[in-house]
């Protein structure tokens, strides 16, 4: 899987208890879900964040794990990224990447807003980025 990370167009906006996530021209183009089912623009279901930190696309394989320090792995358990406790979101060379800041705009790493993660923890945010947005 190719990471392509913090996609400049995508925006993320509270809409009817699911998190609305929409392009550069404001079109829906996925959902995240308070139960942390992840959907595309047509709602149907492309993934799934699970409480105990696993990572599943549409099937129900595990595609990856969001650890409670912060830690993003892939299927293998080998370490893909990193979420620090102030919204810094780090590849696994420990680069920083983008911010999900507290007032919930995402940046890239110059610090330019691509868009917004209101009412999403940064951790589900920047999961939406390493494995939903990216080409595979």
Known sequence: ?????????????????AQRIENSSRSTTGYINPDGRIENSSRSTVGYINKDGRIENASRSTIGYINADGRIE???????GYVNKDGRVENSSRSTIGYVNADGRVENSSRSTIGYANDVPATWAAVFFFFFTFEK
């Open 74 to 80: 892939n299927s293998s358990r080998s370490t893909v």
């Open 1 to 17: 899987m190719r990471l392509l990370l913090f996609a400049s167009f995508f925006l993320l906006t509270v809409v009817s208890n």
